[in-house]
């Protein structure tokens, strides 16, 4: 199987993780203002625990955001430097999937509601079908809302939705239908490298995946502009 590296500093917690024959090792970092300098050890000590090294990865990936502007920018430019360098394939991952993929669906499926706080009281949310078998169904795809604006799309287990991430610290705001249409929620859940590796995997065995110049944050606002690693 493929061995992939995956990196995610869309929030406070910062995370790198390691794809190795099915298995997936991780590290965090709870220092969001230390996320630049972390980053390379992290990664360092997770390749020195599988024996591997740069050069015998298939390929990366990253949590593309949206999330924090400055770590969407922290995760694009330390991806790209490495696939600029091994020319190696690159998978994109929503961190929202990402987040929605913590959620345990038993032996069925769940329906979930990612909700990742955007600041200025608004939410960036979608939400998704939860299988089994850890794959996600997109109902509805990253967007930017207000508290007040939010909506479930029409599913058959309507009543027995999941909420995780912060932006559920705005319940009060959220509409009274949408919050009775959860059976729990998780606000303090975070997008992790571990879950964009497993959401990756599948896509770079597809040939889903785009090169180095082509890596960028998926910011949602419109009025955020990226530039990529200087001389490139």
Known sequence: MARLLAVDTSAQRGSVALAVDGEVIVEHSDEPRSHTRLLEPMMNR???????????????AYGRGPGSFTGLRITAGFVQGIAWGL???????????????????GS?????????????????????????????????????????????????DHDSWVGVGTGWQYHEAIPEALMSA??????????????VARLALPELARGNTVDAAAVQPSYIRDDVGWQKTPGR
Do not use: F, K
């Open 108 to 156: 069925g499926s769940v329906p979930v509601a990612s909700a990742l706080d955007a600041r200025m009281g608004e939410v960036y949310w979608s939400c998704y079908r939860v299988s089994a078998d850890r794959t996600l169904q997109v109902l509805v795809d990253d967007c930017l809302l207000l508290p007040g604006d939010l909506s479930l799309p029409s599913v058959a």
């Open 87 to 105: 020319d190696c394939p690159v998978v994109p991952v929503s961190s929202l999937a990402a987040m929605a993929l913590s959620v345990s669906p």
């Open 182 to 195: 959860m059976t729990s929620i998780d606000a303090d859940a975070m997008p992790d490298a571990a879950d």
């Open 46 to 60: 997770l390749l020195a625990r599988a024996g591997l090294s740069l050069n015998d990865l298939d390929g990366l």
